[in-house]
């Protein structure tokens, strides 16, 4: 099932008298209205400040403690006659919208927890969701927009709460705790995806996810190179470093623009991106370092190197010029941004033929 945000009908909303929070609003504001305005009257009858101030607290609140100046007056009778209708009205009312306040906001967070583990034990083959800052947020959206069911696990409560708002099923709690993992079907669930910006903690979620399915397709964010190696070791099948790739989308467009307009520049190549995806493959632009070790190689033998791990579709020459579909025969230079598509092909590249040796 989809999960969307739910929609009240109009006949269903809830009517200006059934608000908690706007009847305690409401109640106290009645209140600070009474009271300043007889605490001038008084005022205006001849009293000090503190004595009429002090008075209309005691009667608001119906303490009795005595009266600080003989109400012997018509008119000190008839102020106090009336504090005492509207105060006394009012602190009923004010305390009551405030039992309603806490009633109905207990009950909400009871029900709406019931509603959302109930929720959460229907799923199966669904995305589990680590954190909901900036890209968590984004991966839920396009996830909802594609049709997915998925479970969001944020710490932060009023992250959480945001999540909740969106529609989304959240879990609040710290995504380390395989209790927490456990309760957002992870046995159940298809993918995992940690997005943390905490590099130790998408380590651990990792391995804990991994012992608890084996099966489960885990993707790990990273923010430092060399996390990518122990968020593999620990049993991600894929690693994103989001800081690196968007520098290398900046490096491409300074660089290559005819290429970044080519391949991130319309609606049909992100619908081809997508195709490829799906397909396991990806598309992406690769610069040849000047010491790297396809410099000088022809196209047939870099693909030959990479055993058939991606080919070659594009080149642009540091000069400009761009060959598509190059032949086999065509030699790779230095500085050259070389389009590949291919099964992971962004890592094995920069891992291995494209990058300059270790000890250069």
Same mark, same amino acid.
């Given at each position: ?31 600070? $209205? ?8 008084? =005022? ?68 709406? /927890? ?90 651990? /979620?990792? $391995? ?9 397709? /885990? ?56 195709? $490829? ?16 070790? /396809? ?22 020459? =540091? ?23 291919? =099964? ?15 000890? =250069?």
């Amino acid at each position: 099932m989809t999960l969307k945000p739910a929609r009240a009908s109009t006949a269903h909303r809830p009517g200006f008298w059934a608000s908690a929070p706007r009847n305690l609003t409401l109640g106290i504001g009645f209140m600070l $209205l009474v009271m300043v305005l007889s605490t001038i009257a008084y =005022r205006l009858a001849g009293w000090s400040l503190g004595d009429a101030f002090y008075m209309v607290v005691m009667t608001v609140y119906t303490v009795g403690y005595g009266e600080v100046r003989a109400v012997d007056t018509p008119l000190l009778r008839g102020i106090t006659i009336a504090t005492i209708m509207f105060g006394c009205t009012g602190m009923i009312f004010v305390t009551g919208a405030l039992v309603q306040f806490i009633t109905v906001s207990q009950l909400d967070q009871i029900f709406g /927890i019931k509603r959302m583990n109930s929720r959460i034990g229907q799923l199966e083959n669904h995305v589990v969701i680590c954190g909901f800052g900036r890209l968590g947020q984004v991966l839920a959206q396009d996830l909802r927009a594609g049709g997915a069911d998925f479970v969001v696990l944020e710490h932060d409560e009023e992250r959480a709460a945001h999540a909740r708002a969106l529609g989304y099923a959240c879990l609040q709690g710290d995504a380390t705790d395989e209790d927490l993992l456990t309760a957002a079907g992870i046995r159940r669930a298809s993918t995992l995806a940690t997005v943390l910006p905490n590099d130790a903690a998408n380590v651990f /979620i990792t $391995l804990s996810a991994r012992s608890l399915n084996p099966n489960l397709d /885990i993707i790990s964010r990273g923010e430092l190179p060399s996390t990518e190696k122990k968020l593999l070791q620990a049993g991600a099948n894929h690693v994103v470093l989001p800081t690196h790739i968007g520098a290398e989308r900046i490096a491409e467009m300074i660089l290559y623009k005819e290429t970044a307009r080519f391949l991130r520049g319309s609606g049909r190549m992100r619908d081809f991106e997508v195709v $490829l995806h799906s397909l396991g493959l990806e598309i992406d632009t690769i610069s040849a370092a000047a010491d790297s070790l /396809i410099v000088g190689q022809t196209v047939e033998t870099v693909e030959q190197e990479a055993s058939g791990a991606f080919f070659i579709v594009r080149i642009n020459r =540091r000069d400009g010029a761009v060959i598509a579909g190059p032949e086999g025969s065509t030699r790779i230079e230095a500085g050259d941004g070389v389009v590949i598509v291919g =099964r992971g092909a962004r890592t094995r590249a920069l891992s291995g033929l494209f990058a300059p040796p270790p000890d =250069r």
